[in-house]
């Protein structure tokens, strides 16, 4: 028997669209199941933190109008990520108290603007600067879609590495780090 007759058994056929079938039905359940299993509302942060003077151009092109820095000592480039991984939309209504991100360590901020929003529309607010050092973020509630992120672009001199980030939502108390 050769291998083209195999293929046009009717009972290899008939195994073949039974596989098929069963694992498409497997699939789209488990990814039901994964939906359900996500609250309405739900945020976390990420931040991702180069040194100025070694960040690659890639991550350099993520901080439009970037100023040029004499003495780039101690300068550190930071993404700070907010994700709504609920499957609800986050309001500004939602927010308890703005979300703070504060540095810690002798750190402080240089500049902090809006960098991007993926899977959403939001009027994200100005980063306002504050703290005796410097060394808080403040932003104001604002709208993030389900699945959606909004991505603060910082520069901080000193480092960044330790930091806390502050701020709630209705029926969750934190936000916790992505991952």
Do not use: W
């Amino acid at each position: 028997m050769q291998i083209t007759e195999l293929f046009l058994d009717p009972l290899v056929i008939v195994i073949l669209l039974g596989l098929t079938v069963y694992l498409i039905v497997f699939l789209n359940a488990r990814k039901a199941k994964a939906t359900a299993l996500r609250a309405d509302h739900d945020l976390a942060y990420a931040c991702i933190i180069e040194p100025l003077a070694k960040a690659s151009s890639a991550f350099r092109a993520k901080f439009r109008d970037l100023p040029h820095f004499e003495d780039q000592t101690g300068l550190h480039l930071v993404r700070f990520g907010l994700f709504n991984i609920g499957h609800a939309a986050v309001e500004a209504n939602h927010y308890r108290r703005p979300i703070q991100l504060t540095f810690t360590g002798g750190a402080h901020i240089v500049s902090a603007v809006f960098g991007e929003a993926l899977k959403t529309s939001t009027d994200a607010p100005t980063p306002e600067v504050t703290g005796d050092d410097d060394n808080i973020v403040t932003l104001a509630p604002f709208h993030i879609n389900g699945g959606g992120s909004v991505i603060f672009n910082l520069v901080v001199r000193g480092n960044p590495s330790r930091h806390t980030v502050d701020g709630n939502i209705d029926d969750i108390d934190e936000i916790r780090l992505f991952g």
